[in-house]
């Protein structure tokens, strides 16, 4: 069920996931399709998402924004960064404190080089989503220097954890604190409305194709169930509740929504096992989400190992 929509306030809004941003000349969202897009919003009860491009946007989009509830999406380089709710950066744009969640956008490669750089931001921000930009560049030979980086940033939150903070890390945190999927939903939970008035299953699509319908027409999701847990064969059985599953990304590297990438799923898990061990580690020191239980230990790292037993 439909529960946010997003709005981008530009052709070039900056991208805050694993798609690169729009190369499309800067170009404001029309006051009438903003209108337009928030009367739909509040006509379906959903929730809005607003996001920024790196430049300035006409006054009247932005006092048009202010008339309903919101979250502002904003790279950190934005003149009213101050405003937002979520800052997006690279490592050249990484601030030094924030007081709203922060998404890093890198490449793997810069990740594996630079990860201890954000080990004074988990202190001071409330939290830290680092997204990939490359997954798909991931190979098995990268396997063991990701477990390690991974580590060495579970033994930071850890030493944090025992003086009494409460640093949230999406690679690592997030799956001690899930007991079921908690995706990305897009096509599923949200939607995207573009500047030109039609809806796309997400950001990454935009600019590409028909989309799924129009402020006009209204909304059309082709085979809308392929975007529900239910119906992906291998999620529906796995506990790496954290993962993205990043539809664009599916899409793109395997030609069908519902089934991720080797690449997403083994990093996935490398990122459920450490935060396994994170968990085990902090219970040493005290009692700690006592409500939560124990991850498992499994014997793989791509579910599609597994596919005789869960298909």
């Known amino acids: 069920m439909l529960q946010y929509l997003v709005i981008l306030l530009d052709d070039a809004a900056i991208s805050y996931?694993?798609?690169?941003?729009?190369?499309?000349?800067?170009?404001?969202?029309?006051?009438?399709?903003?209108?337009?897009?928030?009367?739909?919003?509040?006509?379906?009860?959903?929730?809005?998402?607003?996001?920024?491009?790196?430049?300035?946007?006409?006054e009247s989009v932005r006092k048009e924004v202010e008339t309903i509830d919101h979250s502002k999406i904003m790279p950190a380089t934005s003149p009213y960064a101050?405003?937002?709710?979520?800052?997006?950066?690279?490592?050249?744009?990484?601030?030094?404190?924030?007081?709203?969640?922060v998404v890093l956008r890198t490449t793997l490669a810069d990740f594996l080089?630079?990860?201890?750089?954000?080990?004074?931001?988990?202190?001071?921000?409330p939290r830290l989503n680092v997204v990939f930009t490359d997954t798909e560049s991931f190979a098995d030979?990268?396997?063991?220097?990701?477990?390690?980086?991974?580590?060495?940033?579970?033994?930071?939150?850890e030493r944090l954890?025992?003086?009494?903070?409460?640093?949230?890390?999406?690679?690592?945190t997030d799956r001690m604190m899930l007991k079921e999927m908690n995706n990305c939903g897009a096509g599923d939970t949200n939607i995207t409305l573009a500047p030109n008035g039609k809806f796309y299953v997400c950001p990454a699509y935009c600019g590409t194709g028909e989309g799924i319908g129009s402020l006009e027409l209204g909304l059309?999701?082709?085979?809308?169930?392929?975007?529900?847990?239910?119906?992906?064969?291998?999620?529906?059985?796995?506990?790496?509740?954290?993962?993205?599953?990043?539809?664009?990304?599916?899409?793109?590297?395997?030609?069908?929504?519902?089934?991720?990438?080797?690449?997403?799923?083994v990093m996935a898990h490398l990122e459920r096992n450490a935060a396994r061990e994170l968990l085990s580690n902090i219970r040493k020191h005290g009692i700690f989400l006592p409500e939560m239980p124990e991850i498992k230990e499994i014997d793989y790292l791509d579910p599609f190992e597994k596919r005789d037993e869960w298909l």
């Open 82 to 101: 101050a405003e937002a709710d979520v800052l997006v950066c690279g490592w050249d744009s990484l601030p030094q404190s924030a007081n709203v969640p």
């Open 17 to 58: 996931c694993h798609y690169s941003k729009s190369h499309a000349k800067s170009q404001p969202i029309p006051l009438d399709v903003l209108r337009k897009g928030i009367r739909f919003a509040m006509t379906e009860n959903l929730m809005l998402q607003f996001v920024y491009p790196e430049g300035e946007l006409p």
């Open 141 to 157: 030979e990268e396997v063991s220097v990701y477990k390690e980086s991974l580590s060495a940033l579970a033994g930071e939150l």
């Open 220 to 265: 059309s999701i082709p085979n809308k169930q392929l975007y529900k847990l239910d119906h992906a064969p291998l999620c529906r059985h796995c506990d790496a509740y954290h993962c993205k599953r990043c539809v664009w990304l599916s899409e793109r590297l395997t030609l069908e929504v519902n089934t991720p990438s080797r690449q997403q799923c």
């Open 113 to 125: 080089a630079r990860y201890k750089d954000i080990f004074p931001l988990l202190s001071v921000a």
């Open 161 to 172: 954890y025992v003086n009494e903070k409460s640093p949230q890390l999406n690679l690592l």
